[in-house]
């Protein structure tokens, strides 16, 4: 992999997602080396993807490219790679570019979409976990509208403008809001010679509540916009199975789409190498100690998604989400730094910050640790902290650019078929 | 296609571009249907493809709905499509989504890359016409530096940062300056590791002078430009082959290049159907007459790169460009117009309102009718030129915003591999 031995110790991160990020920032200018593996040479702020899948954002302002954000830090390699196994016996990782031998190791992974093993749904309903991924949502979404106008069968038709979200959580419901205004205000104009009334905005959800984990009153005015929006929301339905044509489902109820977009689950992007006595089966987190050091093997860290810390207060390891990963990578980093200069590391005690998710033009839900609301101000306040929490001026400036222009305007122009996803051509992209 | 038959006569423009924009745009609001076919749902800014290559400009911000450019248009359709064949006979399109009877037809399908019949080239060679065109260089650029950072073979590694650019025109001169500028200022930041002196840029053109058709001044000053930024710029020397290893020459100079990017030469987009003698058989143009109407064929117009209108003037027709597309898309749709009803038809007259080429930072060449500059100022108008001829208030709002700040920070953010080109993975994309 080319990369110099020194005599300061290595420290391999896998992962430049929230958590790497934050673990390698707090490594920065330390008596370490220090190389960061990511299979992109880009970070994605994964909460905005559903943006740019409904055509209101451009791709490229919600990814950083990783070089850059380590451009003047010595002793810091970045490599472009998979790693495909860990050898804890050995130090070292495999990766396709080459073996590194490390002498601490942070797992920062991240995780993937979980599919319950059903292979069905795997092959033919969407994800939406990289940008890549929600690019081909926005392909879909376009090249079926463009479908149903050419098709004189009715039911065709339908399936075509049929949408399923299977899930309802912060991706699911923020997803299926976007969507609901893309009917709203966007496909009507884009498309006169359809009846937009037979556009269906689907949302299932296993059990009885929307985001699961926020307060309930966050939960129903979730709902409450969503349907004021027209999106037909599912509770207590599980979906079965999906064959490309029909979504069955536990209840009466089945759905004829040609777009089912998966967000019901997702598990830790563990990797090969590790004992399976590390691995939480499902949904296949690292078990780590209260110093995110995955158990039995002290020189390696897993932080973020892909760790399950259990406590207490949390017996299911914390929530999946940027606010645990930020904050474990910091507490990582700082405690390698600690162990190295021979002190007492800390325990991490999460500091929830609380959650949000937006549903529409001017329809969020916000909870604090201490208050609670939704509607106008709260859009306001996640828009706030989404624009800051950004990485980048230029990122930040077009975002708020693009927001600006989409609120006033009511409009989203990055409608465009840049890879078609359906109707494969010589610009396709080669797999799903 | 699912076009109603109406009593007003039909007109099917083929194609999307400068040319096809035009003429959609003079034909609105008239006693006429008008149908837009185009395999994209998108306008593309051809003259800013450079930089979406070189990591300047996000694609989506050079693109344009095409839906929304008509969205409020009677009588207006349009058709993702590819046309295959056209039956003047009939008067009908055959399209990959069915066939369409026209009254009259503009084919205004633009130019494609001419590899003058040498597949090896078409094999291994970039081309830069379309944007995932543009993003495919992108993605390569960055790939070659990845793995130039792994070889420890040095006759490797400088063949990966070895980039030839093949035709002086201005596609070539504006891609070899901004890659010299991403040589500058992005890459040593990027890979300190890599000795940046051994990044070559080769600009290779077959006759004496660079941006053939300009005045000479600029020629010299453009070339002038290049080589104060490290571009090496090779004249009368031709390439005769390309094996993905090796570019070979007329001369005694051979490069050994990860990357070729064929801009030497392009050719109209002809479809199957008319008969051979509406075709200037090189570089496939359409001959029209003084109206735009393909030769023998009263019905049947073709504007823009893809007809030929040989006049003393110029005998081998108009600079194959966006002015004389714009110019000939507009008096076509008047055309068609005044012979509804019955009026005389206006012959086209070329208002050359010059040339123009941009090579870096404070670095332009401009040819108006009266008045050549060069440097700074020709800079700031290229700019504003450009800026103000890009559709729409956001993609205009955005470009301003990207270039403002790269200028400020001499940085580039968008260097990031969406869909990998060379090491395919499950993001990539299909075929080149």
Chains 1, 2 share one sequence.
């Not at 490599?79 to 601490?104: M, P």
């Not at 339905?237 to 004829?256: K, P």
Request: glycine share 8%; with cysteine; net charge neutral.
């Amino acid at each position: 992999m080319n990369i110099p031995q020194t005599c300061f110790p290595r420290v391999v991160i896998i992962g430049g997602g929230f958590a790497g990020l934050a673990a390698a920032r707090g490594l920065e200018e330390q008596e370490l080396q220090v190389v960061l593996i990511d299979k992109h040479n880009y970070h994605t702020f994964q909460p905005l993807l559903y943006q740019v899948a409904t055509g209101g954002l451009e791709p490229d302002s919600i990814a950083f490219p990783l070089r850059k954000r380590f451009n003047d830090v010595e002793n810091f390699y970045f490599r472009l790679a998979e790693v495909t196994n860990i050898d804890a016996d050995q130090k070292e990782v495999q990766t396709t570019i080459g073996n590194l031998a490390y002498d601490y190791l942070i797992i920062a992974t991240g995780s993937t979409t979980n599919f319950f093993g059903n292979t069905n749904v795997q092959k033919y309903a969407m994800e939406m976990k990289s940008v890549p991924q929600s690019l081909n949502i926005r392909s879909l979404i376009l090249e079926n509208f463009e479908e149903a106008l050419l098709t004189s069968n009715l039911e065709d038709r339908k399936k075509l403008m049929n949408f399923v979200i299977v899930g309802g959580g912060p991706t699911g419901v923020e997803l299926a809001g976007a969507l609901a205004e893309m009917k709203k205000e966007i496909l009507p104009k884009d498309y006169p010679d359809l009846d937009i009334r037979l556009m269906k905005i689907n949302l299932i959800q296993s059990s009885g509540e929307l985001l699961k984990g926020m307060s309930s009153k966050a939960s129903e005015k979730a709902e409450d916009f969503l349907i004021k929006l027209g999106v037909d929301v599912w509770k207590n339905l599980r979906v079965l199975d999906y064959n490309g044509d029909v979504v069955s489902t536990n209840g009466e109820d089945h759905f004829r789409a040609s777009t089912v977009i998966w967000a019901a689950g997702v598990k830790g992007e563990a990797i090969k190498g590790l004992p399976e006595t590390c691995l939480i089966e499902r949904p296949a987190r690292y078990k780590v100690d209260a110093f995110n050091k995955v158990v039995g093997l002290p020189n390696i860290f897993a932080i973020g998604d892909v760790a399950c810390m259990q406590s207490e207060s949390y017996p299911y390891g914390h929530p999946m989400m940027a606010q645990p990963a930020i904050q474990q990578g910091k507490l990582a980093a700082k405690n390698i730094l600690s162990e190295l200069k021979g002190k007492a590391l800390k325990p991490f005690v999460y500091n929830d910050k609380g959650a949000m998710a937006t549903i529409g033009r001017n329809k969020a839900v916000v909870d604090l640790p201490k208050w609670k609301f939704q509607g106008v101000f709260a859009w306001f306040v996640w828009m706030f902290v989404h624009l800051f929490s950004l990485i980048g001026f230029r990122n930040k400036a077009v975002v708020f650019l693009n927001w600006m222009y989409n609120y006033i305007r009511f409009d989203r122009e990055t409608r465009l078929i840049i890879r078609p996803f359906k109707n494969k051509n010589e610009y396709s992209f080669q797999e799903k």
